[in-house]
C-alpha cells in the first residue's frame, strides 16, 4: 500500500485509486475492447454487427438495457455507416455512466444521534473491512465513532474488527464469540448513546442470501434495534464483492428484502473484477452506491464516482 496517498495530497491519491480501479477492472474492459476492436474492423455496421456489439457488453455484465442502449445510440447517431474501436468505447463509457450518475450518491450522516448504520453481505464480501476504512474516515472527518462487533460466530471476526477500531481510534463494543448478535447489538447502541457517538458501525456474520435461518437472524437485530431507536438503523450497506459478477443480483434482492438495504459499497475492485455487474444492479435496483473498495488497506475506500467507472469499465486510460 505503499502509493497510497494521504487524502490531502489530492492529485496523487486520485491518480493511484484510478490506476487500481482500471486495473482491477481490467477483466471486464480488455475482453470488452477486444470484443469492440474486433468487431468495428471487420466489415459494415449492420444489424448481426449490432447485435455482436450488444453480446459483448451482456458478457461483460453490463445488463440488457445498457447493450441496448448502446446499440441504439450508434446505429441512430453519426456512427450509423462506421464507427472506429475508440469511438465505440466512448458511446459506452457514456452510457454507462447515464446509468450510475443517478445512483452514485454519498453516504450523509443525518441528524440522528447515534447514527446507525448496519453492514450486511455474504461470506468475505469485504464488510468488516469496509467498516474499518469507514471508521477511520467519520473520525477524521471529526466524528466519534463506535463499532458493535456483531458478528458473534467467530473470536477471530471479533478480533478482526478490535483491531480495526484500534486503528481508527474507536471504540469496539464485543461480547464472547457465540453471544447472541441481537443483543450485542442492543448493547452496543446503549454504549454509543451513553458515550455520546455520532455514529455507529454495527458488523455482521457473512450469511449466504438463500439461508433463510441465517436471514431471519439478521432481521432480528433490525428488530432489537429498532426497540431502542425506532428510525435505526439509518443506514443499511450492502457490501458486494465485485469478482462474484452476476449472483450479486441476487444478493441485493435478498438482502434487501431481510434488512432494508440503503446502499452499496462495491468492494476488491482493484483485484480481477467483474465490476459490471454494478451497471446491471443500478439498472435494476436504482439503489444508492456509495463507496468503492480498491485494496485491503485503510485508505483503499473511494467515493463512487460514476464517469471514472465507466471509462474504466470501457478501457480508457
Ligand atoms: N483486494 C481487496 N481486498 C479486499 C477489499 N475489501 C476487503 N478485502 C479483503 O477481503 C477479505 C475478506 O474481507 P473481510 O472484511 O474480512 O470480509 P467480511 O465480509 O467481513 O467476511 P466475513 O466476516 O467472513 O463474512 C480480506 O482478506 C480483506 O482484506 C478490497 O477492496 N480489495
Ligand atoms: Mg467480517
Known amino acids: 500500500m505503499n502509493d497510497s496517498t494521504k487524502d490531502n ?17 481490467k477483466r471486464t474492459s480488455s475482453a470488452l475492447g477486444t470484443a469492440i476492436s474486433d468487431l468495428v474492423t471487420k ?23 445498457l447493450a441496448q442502449r448502446v446499440t441504439k445510440a450508434i446505429s441512430q447517431g453519426r456512427y450509423s455507416q462506421s464507427i472506429t474501436a475508440d469511438e465505440l468505447k466512448a458511446v ?15 453516504l450523509t450522516i443525518g441528524a440522528a444521534r447515534p447514527f446507525v448504520i448496519l453492514v ?17 474516515t467519520f473520525v477524521a472527518e471529526g466524528r466519534k465513532v463506535v463499532l458493535a462487533a456483531g458478528d458473534t ?18 471504540r469496539v463494543v464485543a461480547s464472547k464469540p457465540g453471544a447472541d448478535s441481537a443483543g450485542l447489538a442492543f448493547d452496543a447502541l446503549n454504549a454509543a448513546r451513553a458515550d455520546g457517538a455520532d455514529v455507529l458501525i454495527v458488523d455482521t456474520a457473512g450469511r449466504l ?12 437485530m433490525v428488530r432489537v434495534i429498532k426497540k431502542l431507536d425506532a428510525s435505526a438503523p439509518h443506514a443499511v450497506l450492502l457490501v458486494l464483492d465485485a469478482t462474484v ?11 434487501g428484502k431481510s434488512a432494508g438495504v440503503t446502499g452499496l459499497v462495491m468492494t476488491k475492485l482493484d483485484g480481477t473484477a467483474r465490476g459490471g455487474i454494478l451497471v446491471a444492479i443500478a439498472e435494476k435496483f436504482a439503489l444508492p ?29
Open 120 to 136: 450486511v453481505g455474504v461470506n468475505g464480501s469485504g464488510k468488516t473491512t469496509t467498516i474499518g476504512k469507514l471508521a477511520s
Open 245 to 255: 459478477g452476476q449472483n450479486a443480483l441476487s444478493q441485493v434482492e435478498a438482502f
Open 92 to 106: 459506452v463509457a457514456t452510457e454507462v455512466t447515464k446509468i450510475l450518475e443517478p445512483v452514485a450518491k454519498p
Open 289 to 317: 452506491t456509495h463507496f468503492i473498495g480498491v485494496g485491503e488497506g485503510v485508505d483503499d475506500l473511494a467515493p463512487f464516482a460514476a464517469v471514472d467507472f465507466g471509462k474504466a469499465i470501457a478501457g480508457i486510460e
Open 209 to 220: 442470501q438463500n439461508r433463510t435461518e441465517l436471514m431471519g437472524e439478521l432481521e432480528k
Open 43 to 65: 466489415g459494415p455496421l449492420d444489424s448481426a454487427k449490432l447485435d455482436e456489439i450488444e453480446d459483448a457488453l451482456i458478457r461483460a455484465d453490463l445488463g440488457v438495457t
Open 153 to 170: 460466530f467467530r473470536a477471530a471476526a471479533i478480533d478482526q474488527l478490535k483491531i480495526w477500531g484500534a486503528r481508527a481510534g474507536s
Open 9 to 25: 495530497e489530492g492529485a496523487p491519491a486520485k491518480v493511484s485509486w484510478w490506476r487500481r480501479l482500471t486495473g482491477g477492472l
